[in-house]
């Protein structure tokens, strides 16, 4: 490790994750393997903000689930604060995975349909014991507030709620445990436009204020380009471009970051700035 | 002349739950013209999928026509009797649905349904059908057609299936194409690839297209004139370049705000738009349906609203056109 590696929150080395494929009815042979993340490397800096983006089925998301222990690893190393993940016991893992949180794509999928918005927010709050019982409600409160939610809501269930606000609770959830790395894998790409908008606003204010470090996952260019400073570009299980956000947007290295590029339709070059620089209508 | 008249159509929906009848469309008035690509835009819930499908009579069962009509070819569509309609659907007027995989019979392969269509509309043996099929797959530009007649849907891509979609609805030389947010389950760059093999189209085979998309880049760069809807009511319409570079509503104002762009700040604020879309059933009636989520509204805004013209092929329906600026 270089001599920066006082402010380094997170490395994962070389990280290989392979599925076996499986043929035959009644007996099954492995006959092959899917190689969805093949060799990815990838340092998170405290505070830093890094966008990961892709077609689908590229291994964004395997990548970012393998680095948190979410999917198994077939090999490689992942450091987070000078410690080996994939060395620990679960129950370690479960201890230390207060410290990055995931929000998830679908916010339908993503919440306990059983469970008020409270008891969701309470939950990783009361397992890992952050606040003490009687400061409990408080806290939710003061989740949900900074996440532009009233406390009238409080005692419904996620299905009484829009994909915004659904997301906006996810999002209390995994701040309740005040991570240090959050990862969001797409989290703005089941949304309208407008309310994309207002989830990307509080992800990055949010983001700001309490100092946190964001691995985003999309593959929406736009939303990447505005909230990120540093771009990992991956195809088929490998990262084949990665730079700062200018460098990535503005002077593309790899064919397929510039097929990517030039592939998003862009409203209205006239309309101050719009365009990407290289994209012609 | 105007190839399809949509005059005052409103559309009603009645809810068991709430006992009442909502407008999901509300006094739509729009034109398609020949060889013209039309954008539909606004959020989810704003009606543009359910204007999309009533155009081809395909009104779901709690919904009634409320007054208003649908001119084609100076026939009322949605007077006509379902075996009229049957042969207006698909020949004349086709409509490519948002998600293939639902919107192609799982059990058939892609030849059945592509020689399905062929044979409905016109009177042509099966063989020579087939063939046709093989030509209209190599024109949506699939490599090995013969490999692809005889697989069943779920044995392709997206990208695929949306190429077979379009193929079917092309197949009977239509004079009218929906695109019902034809790449909005699709990759960007499959996207692109799919937008640019309707627009080829264009070229030869003369049709209008309607273009329902929430995608204001989409709109942007594949359409001559766009419409907004909101609410189930058009917010504003015109030329696509009139609209998006210089919006006169602040909800088309508001949506391409949303828009992350490249400014010379890192991070900044986007200014997007509070709130979100009521649903359906809490649509305001008698004030602007935009007023609750609007940042330039002033007390005038507290009436009911109205499409006014404000040139020629320009309309607004706001009280304060251009107030943000």
């Given at each position: 490790?270089?001599?920066?590696?006082?402010?380094?929150?997170?490395?994962?080395?070389?990280?290989?994750?392979?599925?076996?494929?499986?043929?035959?009815?009644?007996?099954?042979?492995?006959?092959?393997?899917?190689?969805?993340?093949?060799?990815?490397?990838?340092?998170?800096?405290?505070?830093?903000?890094?966008?990961?983006?892709?077609?689908?089925?590229?291994?964004?998301?395997?990548?970012?689930?393998?680095?948190?222990?979410?999917?198994?690893?077939?090999?490689?190393?992942?450091?987070?604060?000078?410690?080996?993940?994939?060395?620990?016991?679960?129950?370690?893992?479960?201890?230390?995975?207060?410290?990055?949180?995931?929000?998830?794509?679908?916010?339908?999928?993503?919440?306990?349909?059983?469970?008020?918005?409270?008891?969701?927010?309470?939950?990783?709050?009361?397992?890992?014991?952050?606040?003490?019982?009687?400061?409990?409600?408080?806290?939710?409160?003061?989740?949900?507030?900074?996440?532009?939610?009233?406390?009238?809501?409080?005692?419904?269930?996620?299905?009484?709620?829009?994909?915004?606000?659904?997301?906006?609770?996810?999002?209390?959830?995994?701040?309740?445990?005040?991570?240090?790395?959050?990862?969001?894998?797409?989290?703005?790409?089941?949304?309208?436009?407008?309310?994309?908008?207002?989830?990307?606003?509080?992800?990055?204010?949010?983001?700001?204020?309490?100092?946190?470090?964001?691995?985003?996952?999309?593959?929406?260019?736009?939303?990447?380009?505005?909230?990120?400073?540093?771009?990992?570009?991956?195809?088929?299980?490998?990262?084949?471009?990665?730079?700062?956000?200018?460098?990535?947007?503005?002077?593309?290295?790899?064919?397929?970051?510039?097929?990517?590029?030039?592939?998003?339709?862009?409203?209205?070059?006239?309309?101050?700035?719009?365009?990407?620089?290289?994209?012609?209508? | 002349?105007?190839?399809?008249?949509?005059?005052?159509?409103?559309?009603?929906?009645?809810?068991?739950?709430?006992?009442?009848?909502?407008?999901?469309?509300?006094d739509?008035?729009?034109?398609?013209?020949?060889?013209?690509?039309?954008?539909?835009?606004?959020?989810?819930?704003?009606?543009?999928?359910?204007?999309?499908?009533?155009?081809?009579?395909?009104?779901?069962?709690?919904?009634?026509?409320?007054?208003?009509?649908?001119?084609?070819?100076?026939?009322?569509?949605?007077?006509?009797?379902?075996?009229?309609?049957?042969?207006?659907?698909?020949?004349?007027?086709?409509?490519?649905?948002?998600?293939?995989?639902?919107?192609?019979?799982?059990?058939?392969?892609?030849?059945?349904?592509?020689?399905?269509?062929?044979?409905?509309?016109?009177?042509?043996?099966?063989?020579?059908?087939?063939?046709?099929?093989?030509?209209?797959?190599?024109?949506?530009?699939?490599?090995?057609?013969?490999?692809?007649?005889?697989?069943?849907?779920?044995?392709?891509?997206?990208?695929?299936?949306?190429?077979?979609?379009?193929?079917?609805?092309?197949?009977?030389?239509?004079?009218?194409?929906?695109?019902?947010?034809?790449?909005?389950?699709?990759?960007?760059?499959?996207?692109?690839?799919?937008?640019?093999?309707?627009?080829?189209?264009?070229?030869?085979?003369?049709?209008?297209?309607?273009?329902?998309?929430?995608?204001?880049?989409?709109?942007?760069?594949?359409?001559?004139?766009?419409?907004?809807?909101?609410?189930?009511r058009i917010?504003?319409?015109?030329?696509?370049?009139?609209?998006?570079?210089?919006?006169?509503?602040?909800?088309?104002?508001?949506?391409?705000?949303?828009?992350?762009?490249?400014?010379?700040?890192?991070?900044?604020?986007?200014?997007?738009?509070?709130?979100?879309?009521?649903?359906?059933?809490?649509?305001?009636?008698?004030?602007c349906?935009?007023?609750?989520?609007?940042?330039?509204?002033?007390?005038?805004?507290?009436r009911p609203l109205l499409l006014e013209q404000?040139?020629?092929?320009?309309f607004v329906a706001c009280f304060?056109?251009?107030?943000?600026?």
């Amino acid at each position: 490790m270089n001599n920066f590696n006082d402010n380094l929150l997170l490395r994962a080395e070389n990280i290989k994750t392979y599925f076996p494929i499986y043929k035959g009815f009644f007996i099954k042979k492995k006959t092959g393997y899917t190689r969805a993340v093949d060799g990815v490397s990838l340092s998170i800096r405290s505070g830093e903000t890094i966008g990961l983006v892709g077609e689908s089925g590229c291994g964004k998301s395997t990548f970012a689930r393998s680095i948190l222990r979410l999917s198994p690893i077939t090999s490689g190393k992942v450091w987070f604060q000078g410690v080996n993940l994939c060395d620990m016991h679960d129950n370690e893992i479960r201890k230390i995975r207060r410290y990055f949180q995931i929000v998830f794509q679908d916010p339908y999928s993503s919440l306990n349909p059983r469970m008020t918005v409270g008891s969701i927010i309470a939950e990783p709050l009361k397992e890992h014991s952050i606040v003490k019982r009687s400061e409990l409600q408080g806290e939710v409160f003061r989740l949900l507030d900074i996440v532009g939610l009233s406390s009238q809501m409080l005692n419904k269930f996620p299905h009484e709620f829009s994909g915004g606000q659904r997301q906006r609770i996810a999002i209390a959830r995994a701040l309740a445990l005040r991570p240090k790395l959050l990862v969001a894998d797409e989290p703005v790409s089941a949304l309208d436009v407008s309310i994309q908008a207002q989830i990307l606003n509080l992800i990055s204010t949010l983001q700001k204020q309490m100092g946190l470090s964001l691995l985003f996952i999309s593959h929406n260019l736009a939303v990447v380009r505005h909230i990120c400073s540093k771009v990992a570009v991956m195809y088929a299980g490998k990262v084949v471009e990665y730079g700062k956000t200018s460098d990535i947007f503005d002077h593309p290295q790899h064919p397929y970051t510039r097929t990517l590029i030039k592939s998003i339709p862009v409203p209205d070059p006239g309309y101050k700035n719009y365009k990407f620089n290289n994209v012609e209508k | 002349m105007a190839l399809l008249d949509v005059e005052n159509l409103t559309l009603g929906f009645y809810s068991e739950k709430n006992k009442k009848w909502s407008k999901v469309l509300n006094d739509v008035n729009f034109s398609l013209y020949e060889n013209e690509f039309l954008g539909i835009v606004g959020e989810s819930g704003s009606g543009k999928t359910i204007l999309a499908n009533s155009i081809l009579n395909l009104i779901p069962k709690q919904g009634k026509i409320v007054s208003g009509s649908i001119l084609f070819k100076d026939r009322d569509i949605l007077k006509l009797t379902e075996d009229q309609i049957r042969k207006v659907r698909g020949k004349d007027i086709a409509i490519i649905f948002q998600d293939p995989m639902s919107s192609l019979h799982p059990l058939l392969t892609v030849k059945d349904q592509i020689v399905e269509t062929l044979q409905a509309h016109r009177l042509i043996k099966k063989s020579d059908a087939v063939e046709i099929a093989m030509n209209l797959l190599r024109d949506v530009k699939i490599d090995r057609p013969e490999l692809v007649l005889n697989k069943y849907p779920f044995m392709l891509s997206g990208g695929i299936r949306q190429r077979v979609m379009i193929a079917i609805s092309i197949s009977c030389g239509p004079e009218i194409v929906i695109a019902d947010e034809p790449t909005t389950a699709l990759d960007v760059t499959v996207q692109r690839d799919i937008l640019a093999l309707i627009k080829g189209f264009k070229k030869n085979l003369n049709f209008s297209l309607m273009l329902v998309s929430h995608d204001l880049g989409v709109i942007w760069e594949n359409t001559d004139r766009v419409v907004v809807m909101y609410c189930g009511r058009i917010m504003e319409s015109g030329k696509t370049e009139d609209v998006l570079r210089n919006p006169l509503h602040p909800y088309t104002f508001g949506l391409l705000s949303s828009i992350p762009r490249k400014t010379g700040k890192k991070l900044e604020i986007l200014k997007g738009i509070r709130g979100s879309i009521p649903s359906l059933h809490d649509f305001p009636e008698h004030i602007c349906p935009f007023l609750p989520r609007c940042d330039f509204a002033t007390e005038k805004c507290n009436r009911p609203l109205l499409l006014e013209q404000v040139d020629r092929d320009r309309f607004v329906a706001c009280f304060n056109k251009g107030a943000f600026k």
